[in-house]
């Protein structure tokens, strides 16, 4: 194969190029960012404007416990990923695993508040513009909590099997940073249906 | 025009790897199966553009069946329905399966060639993309036969592109139609977004060594600058099919008036992606445009940071100005005034591109190949496609026009005067470096001319009617309105512009197989794709390239006065 570079003179030292994990997952959460703030405003244009209830004001409750869980996790993922930048596997199992624990316990507690919304307040989709409005925005970040659950167990599959190493850290950043974004969309939407809508 | 006729490129043969290719011929399944499977920047981007080239044929026979139904007041050629079905596949086609997957696929086969990377940053993402893409087409036109379900008869969306609500309610829009149309537009929705997160990794993490973001050419810039309105834009639709569908199927009051949902939520919504959109195909062409002028004008392009802050200030201004569709909804006088001025605001970055443009043809040696006859045609029509945008911008203007042909008029002014037109310059540009082959320029010239007498004669005439009250979207018309000459023209402009991309159709095939030799760099052009053979081979680049300019061909050429030496 005689080839020769196309090759010039430079005067640049090293050539480092920003990491393609975290460009696309900004810009997925770009994306997603939009997706939210189109379902925020429609719950924010639909509100009060109802009929017939049941009304936010009658029948929310602020899911404080769940709130809380979710939004720790963010502080025990950093957790992890420090630990698996420092090679200290066993602590980020320890931090992943309590991570997925409080991410469940939030689904656990979103699942209970619907049921008694469906089963004791006859809330549906189809009730009114709130139940509309509220599964959808709600039922919206639930989903993304199940997406975010479901890639962090494959992680930990792979952390338990051995498979997962300390030079896989920036991937576990990736992932992170989704789950960041998960916690910081669930402030956005608790302060628009707990504390404004209600 | 034959490669013969063109200087030689001096220099650039060194990069180009002479290796024999494997002699084996691969039997007829295998090599559909390893287009199928292929994950290759290239092969996804000539997928999406033959996917595109299709999807053009059958949306521009429906444009044809329309214009023929237009030709006679009273026509009953199709029925009122059929129309109906007729304008909406029409507009939803030509957005979703002929612009934005051609405009990907050129960007998929030149962003990583142009900054010398082997592949975008996520080739299987870029697979995923095109196929979900290429489902969604299937979806929406399998609506013609599943459309109704149990009913028997199949039929398609017709609900119009923008599909106001309540129409697309279950109340008022029963069967699966309307189904289709949201499920196909959010698969496409997916594909988009998935690609334009490929395209700004792949633009930002991707490039060779040397190549700073201003070292950049101008496409890569503008594909980062569309991928961001992508996830901007097209997230917002995404969002609304997925109301539409909640709506539909589980029986939410989004847009559902009854139960006092809105139906100015819908327009709203549907704009704020709408009109972006527009940018979203139009920057592509921008960005063809900011290659081949300067590569046929024999110049460096004119004023290159400001073309890049003219397209990212499009970028941003286009967030601002969606209901200046919806001037006729109703809004408060500041809100007029508001997206009025917005919009006029659109204004001064184009006017910027185009200056810069005039500025890069002004002085240089102009090589009038089809490439740049059509780019200057395109500059001609953006100009005036401009003019009537800022009249429609005006809100009081707008009451008079709105719904009208003047409106078919302008729009199509934009998607084919500027953005087709591009397309077709795009394809002479580099079809060679996909094929190497050249393309037939005898029947190039002919397929040129022929597009612009057609286009000015359907599109020009075409905005006579909308100020003479001739609302869009109605399948006949009364003979005693004097419109009827006029819907005559530019129907037979419409038919010259369908034989017009008859005779691309039959150049593409044509000079696959007979066209002459193109070589690497047939154009004698600076950018890296044309360091390497035609076509490249999968690793693109035997060694990957060092740049130290923003036209390293050029320094290659020319090592006695390199553009290194003046940055």
Redesign the interface.
Known sequence: ??????????H?GE?K????GV??MA??I???A??F???VV?YL??LG???SGPFPKDVLEIPYFGTVCLLSSSGFIMLAERAIEHGRMFAFRLWWMVTILLGAIFLVDTGMEWYKLIVHDHL???T??F???FY?LVGLHASHVVVGLLMMTVTMGFALTGKLRAEHAERVKVLALYWHFVDAVWVVVFTVVYVVGK | MGTESLPTAQG?E??????PASTRTGTYLELVHSWIVTVDHKRLGILYICYALVFLLVAGFEAMLIRVQLFFPHNDFISPFTFNRLFTMHGTTMVFLVGMPILFGFGNYLVPLMIGARDM??PRLNAFSFWISAFAGLLLYYSFIGGVGLAGTGSAPDVAWFAYAPLTERAFSPGHTVDYWAVALLASGIGS?GT???F???V????C??MTLFRMPLLPWLYATV??LV??????L???Q??LL??RY?????FDTQ????AI?WAH?FW?FGHPEVYVLVLPAFAFANEIIPVFSRKAIFGYPAMVAASVGIAFISLSVWAHHMFTIGMTSFGNAFFTLSTMLVSIPTGIKTFNWLATIWGGKVRFATPMLFSIAFLFQWVIAGLTGIMLSISPWNWQTHNSYFVVAHFHYVLVGAIVFMIFAAIYYWYPKMTGRMLDERLGKWHFWLMVIGFHVTFDTMHIPGLLGMPRQIFTYEPDRGWTLLNQIVSVGGFIQAIAVLILVYNLVHSYFRGAEAGPDPWDAWT?EW?TSSPPPAYN?????????RR?LW??KHPED?D?AFE
């Open positions: 194969m005689a080839t020769v570079p196309l090759e010039h003179v430079t640049e050539w190029m920003p990491s393609r460009v696309a810009s997925l770009t994306a997603e939009s997706i703030t189109i379902f429609a244009y639909y404007r109802d009929v549906t989709v189809h009114n513009l139940g509309t409005t959808s | 650039i060194a990069g180009i790897d002479r290796t940053a996520f977004i334009a997160i490929n700004l990794a792949t930002f993490c991707m490039r060594k040397g991928s961001f996830l901007v834009a097209v997230s917002p995404t969002a609304c997925a109301m909640i709506d589980l029986g939410g009051h989004f139960a006092g949902g809105s939520l919504f704020i890296l360091s680049f035997p060694v990957e390239p060092v740049v130290a300019s390293p320094d290659l390199p290194s």
